[in-house]
C-alpha cells in the first residue's frame, strides 16, 4: 500500500523517503540500475568481460530500461529477479551434491518474482523445466531438496493467494460469456512477435505497429541478429553458450505467446521479466561477432551495433518527444483532487 488516507496508513518506504516524485520513483531507477550492474557481473562470469561490458552497455542505454526505471510500478524489478535466477539455474543444473544455501536461493527468487508480479510464475514453470531436462540428461533427480524449495515458496505464496482470492470478482470473471470474451481475440504468432519484439526495443507500448521509424528500425535489427545467432549456432566454439541463452530467452516467450492464446488481455510489458536474457544474449552476440578474427563477422556484428544504436535511438526519441504516444500526465488531476 503506497498510498495515505483516512484508513489507510502509509507505506514503510514513504514514511522513509516522503512523497516526492523522485522519492517515489527512486526504488525502480535503483533496480535497473542494479539489472544493469547484475547483467555485467553475471555475463562477464560465463562469458568474459568484454561480453559482459556489451549486454550490459546495451541493457543501459535500453529506452525499455530508461522508461521503467522511472515509473513506480513493479517492472523495473522483475528482470533482475529472472537474472538472479539464471544464475542459480546454473549453480542447480552443475553435476554433483546441492549446497543448502543454492536451494534456499532457490525459493527465495522465485517466492520474490511471485510477489512482485503474478505473471513471473511462467519464469518458475520455465525453470522448473529446465531443470527437468537438465537432470534427466545427467541422469539424477535431487527430489528431496527441489520438493523442499517448491513447497516451501508454494506455502508461503500461498497466504497472497488467498488474500487475493476474496476479491476475485474484481478482475471480471463474473460468467462464462466473460470467460469466452476473454478468449475472443488471441493474437497471431506473427502480430505477437511483432508487436512484444517492438517493444523490447522501444519500451513503449503505444508504439506497435502505430509508428513506423520504431517498427521499421526494430525489424532490421531483428533480422541481423536473427543472421547473427544463426551464425553463432553454426560454430562449434559459440554453440552451447548462444544456445544456452537462446533457451532463456526465447522458450519463456514460446510459454507467454500460448498464454496469450487463452488470456489476450495480457498485457506485453508482462513479458518484461525475460528481457535481462534477451540482452545477455545480444550482448554476447555482438561481442563474438565484433572481436572475430573473420572480416565478414565483424563486419556483421558492426551491422548489429549500428542497427541497435538507431532502434534505441528512436525509441529514446519516441519516449521524451513524441507525444502522442506518451502515458498521459495526471500530475495536475492529482493537483487539483488534493
Known amino acids: ?24 520513483r527512486y526504488l525502480s531507477l535503483l533496480f535497473g540500475l542494479l539489472t ?30 530508461v522508461t521503467y526505471s522511472q515509473e ?12 538472479w535466477l539464471l544464475s542459480v539455474l546454473e549453480k542447480l543444473a552443475r553435476p554433483g551434491d546441492i549446497p543448502r544455501r543454492t536451494w534456499a536461493a532457490l525459493t527465495l527468487v522465485e517466492l520474490l518474482l511471485l510477489y ?57 470473471l463474473n460468467s462464462p460469456a466473460d470467460l469466452q470474451d476473454w478468449r475472443a481475440h488471441p493474437p497471431g504468432l506473427f502480430t505477437f512477435i511483432r508487436e512484444l519484439w517492438v517493444f523490447l526495443i522501444g519500451g513503449n507500448l503505444k508504439a506497435p505497429g502505430h509508428y513506423p521509424p520504431l517498427a521499421i528500425s526494430s525489424a532490421v535489427l531483428g533480422g541481423l541478429l536473427a543472421v547473427a545467432l544463426l551464425v553463432l549456432m553454426l ?17 519463456p516467450l514460446g510459454l507467454c505467446f500460448g498464454l496469450w492464446q487463452v488470456w489476450p488481455q495480457v498485457q506485453p510489458r508482462y513479458a518484461i521479466v ?35 544504436f538507431i532502434a534505441f535511438g528512436v525509441g529514446l526519441n ?12 495526471a500530475r495536475a488531476v492529482a493537483a487539483y483532487l488534493e
Open 1 to 24: 500500500r503506497t498510498g495515505v488516507g483516512p484508513n489507510r496508513s502509509p507505506s514503510i518506504w514513504i514514511m522513509l523517503a516522503g512523497t516526492s516524485e523522485l522519492s517515489i
Open 36 to 65: 544493469v550492474a547484475f547483467a555485467l557481473r553475471l555475463a562477464t562470469h560465463w562469458f568474459g568481460r568484454r561480453a559482459g561490458f556489451c549486454a550490459a552497455a546495451g541493457m543501459a542505454l535500453s529506452p525499455l530500461y
Open 72 to 83: 513506480a510500478r513493479a517492472y523495473a524489478l522483475v528482470p533482475l529477479l529472472y537474472l
Open 116 to 172: 512482485t508480479h503474478f505473471f513471473n510464475a511462467v519464469a518458475i514453470l520455465y525453470a522448473n523445466l529446465f531443470l527437468l531436462v537438465t537432470w534427466t540428461r545427467q541422469r539424477r533427480f535431487p527430489f528431496s531438496g527441489w520438493l523442499a524449495s517448491q513447497g516451501i515458496a508454494a506455502l508461503l505464496f500461498g497466504v497472497w493467494v488467498w488474500h487475493v482470492s476474496r476479491y476475485f470478482d474484481v478482475i471480471g
Open 235 to 251: 560454430r562449434q566454439q559459440t554453440r552451447h553458450e548462444t544456445g544456452t541463452l537462446i533457451l532463456h530467452s526465447m522458450v
Open 274 to 308: 525475460f528481457s535481462g536474457a534477451l540482452f545477455l544474449l545480444i550482448g554476447l552476440g555482438i561481442e563474438r561477432l565484433l572481436f572475430s578474427i573473420r572480416p565478414a563477422l565483424r563486419l556483421l556484428g558492426g551491422g548489429v551495433v549500428l542497427s541497435l
Open 318 to 329: 519516441l519516449q521524451y518527444f513524441a507525444e502522442a504516444f506518451h502515458k498521459d500526465d
